[in-house]
Nanobody, 126 residues
Framework: QVQLAESGGGLAQAGGSLRISCAATGLNNRNYAMGWFRQAPGKDREFIASIRRNGGNTAYANSVKGRFTISSDNAKSTVYLQMNSLKPEDTAVYYC???????????????????WGQGTQVTVSS
């Protein structure tokens, strides 16, 4: 069974940086994309970034372009989200997700993802 384990969340000051990670286990299919979503209190879950294992295609939400970078270590089935120039509005629970056979145009849709992690809290103070 596929499982996702996030790590690296915490507290940062505005303008600072954090890196969060997500390791996938139980994979028997290499045709997947891993993505990050976040949910702030009282708000809907929103797409942040995604990367496909085959080809390395990436997608970003406009709100984080130029500040966040998604990367992966395929040998470890791990995806990273480097978050720079953090803002208080980045405060949220960040969820990792994995989906199989995702096409590029569907990378930002939560419905494309089959498994989700438990989430890691990121808090940015002003």
């Amino acid at each position: 069974q596929v499982q996702l384990a996030e790590s690296g969340g915490g507290l940062a000051q505005a303008g600072g940086s954090l890196r969060i990670s997500c390791a996938a286990t139980g994979l028997n299919n290499r045709n997947y994309a891993m993505g990050w979503f976040r949910q702030a209190p009282g708000k809907d879950r929103e797409f942040i970034a995604s990367i496909r294992r085959n080809g390395g295609n990436t997608a970003y939400a406009n709100s984080v372009k130029g500040r966040f970078t998604i990367s992966s270590d395929n040998a470890k089935s791990t995806v990273y989200l480097q978050m720079n120039s953090l803002k208080p509005e980045d405060t949220a629970v960040y969820y990792c997700a994995i989906g199989f056979g995702i096409i590029i145009s569907s990378m930002s849709s939560s419905r494309s993802y089959d498994y989700w992690g438990q989430g890691t809290q990121v808090t940015v103070s002003s």
